[in-house]
């Protein structure tokens, strides 16, 4: 057992006992007594039902993970990797033809084993607390429409990476990092009016007085935008959302159906006003540059380990392949993921108080902006009282008892 061998082992069981622990000490987190924030908006009933909707999905997180971890060891131990590869080679293909297929085959697999999983959650467990509207078309169908988008997509990056790997040498991780965040960036573009509506159908707002609140505010701000339009969430769940897709004059105000159907018209522009915050402090601007630098630390990494015969023999493999090296570099970089994951939190987090704050300065209406987070956080059986090493970790967003507590001090400071 090589040095490889033992790393990659103590990331995939070191990974998985750091998410027990911490899922463990979020759920024992857990206060039984409702904060005051939320009184009149949760009832007793309804907030012992969100701590189970908690405590099911964390035991439902754990019992699958502890059934994919042992897969993927026992995958890796006992040469699926090769068995995979011998497959792909078999068919005389060239090399990128050859990745394509080895990694389609993986992907494909990897699909159809978490399948089984993804069907308990949305059928059994979303549908057990009242969240559930996917019907058995509309899952298959979008399983189907992620596979196509996924070969077509992905085997256009997929085939670029490939290529410059095969032919470019020592900088192909340049060229593949400049590539790589230019396609990114045209997918931002296109995916409003290409990509989204496969699953969804987006219709103008017709809601007269709702649209009229919402483009007076917009041009108060001086925000320019293509549209505002209302998404069909309810045909997969209860939950609601809302945000901002498209750059430029191609921007697009996008409210799920369920969102308008529970919320006041001042509640509404809140949460808008919010979003539009984002774009008004450079957020997006701001996480699109931390994207472009750490897949180009990535890429950078990864151009040390392509056709590492050691990193090979550890996963079983007969022989060496840019595409392989590709996957197994992934079980390698999941630590430095999981750092640069942790430190993206931490500045989304500042983003979302910096976007509140905004909200409250422009909408001044902090009550409703507050109202509107607690409807949100009931509507969706939200933890009030998450761990804090579970915020680190996994919040993009701060909780909710916070960002009230925040909005609550900008009020005071505004007075």
Known sequence: MNYYTVAI????????ILDLIVDTLNVRHIRTKLPEEFEGYYDDEKYRKAQKYLKENTRFGI???????????????????NAFDQFARALGLGPIATGLIFSAALMLASHIINIPFSIYHTFVIEDKYGFNKTTPKTFVLDILKTWLLAAIIGGTILSLVLWFFERVGQWAWLYCWIATIMFQIFLMFIAPVVIMPIFNKFIPLEKKGLKEAIETYANSQGFKMKGVY???????????NAFFT???????????????????????????????????KMHILKSILMAIMTTGVMFYIL?????????FTAFKMKETSIYASLFFFGFLYTPIEMIFSAFG?????????????YAVETYKNPASM????????????????????????????????????AIQEAEKKAA
Do not use: Q, W
């Open 9 to 16: 082992l103590a990331i995939l069981i070191g990974t998985y």
């Open 63 to 81: 019992i699958s993970h502890s059934i994919i971890t042992p897969i993927t060891i026992a995958f890796i131990v006992f040469g699926g990797f």
């Open 230 to 240: 209302t998404m069909d969430g309810s045909k997969r769940s209860t939950k609601s």
């Open 246 to 280: 498209g750059f430029g004059r191609f921007r697009r105000i996008v409210l799920f159906d369920t969102l308008i159907e529970k919320h006041s018209v001042e509640e509404l522009v809140s949460v808008l006003a919010h979003e539009m915050g984002h774009y008004k």
């Open 303 to 311: 151009s040390l380990f392509i056709n590492n015969r050691e990193l």
């Open 345 to 357: 939190n931490i500045m989304s987090r500042r983003h979302e108080y910096e976007a509140d704050a």
């Open 370 to 405: 507050i109202s509107a987070l607690k409807k949100l956080n009931t509507e969706n059986l939200s933890n009030l009282t998450p761990h804090p090493l579970k915020v680190f970790l996994s919040y993009s967003h701060p909780p909710v008892l916070d960002r009230i507590a």
